[in-house]
């Protein structure tokens, strides 16, 4: 089972991308992303220059996609 931290973190990006069964680039289209910034939001270093920090307005639009799908 796949278990969510609290809030945004690379990690819950990823569980949620498994948990819609979604590529990198479909999310990034449905959030009107760059698969760039998307993958910068999954840099799990969060010191490192790559990493960017999810915006709370395109993390809830994620979870709204994991409540539609019904698999939160």
């Known amino acids: 089972m796949l278990n969510f931290e609290l809030g945004y973190t690379p990690t819950n990006l990823r569980l949620a991308l498994a948990r819609l069964g979604m590529t990198q680039a479909a999310l990034a289209r449905l959030l009107g992303v760059s698969d760039r910034t998307l993958r910068q939001w999954l840099v799990e270093d969060l010191d490192a220059v790559s990493h960017r920090d999810m915006p709370l307005k ?11 799908a019904n698999v939160v």
Not at 58 to 68: N, P
Request: proline share 0%; charged share 20%.
């Open 58 to 68: 395109q993390w809830r639009k994620v979870l709204a996609l994991l409540a539609a």
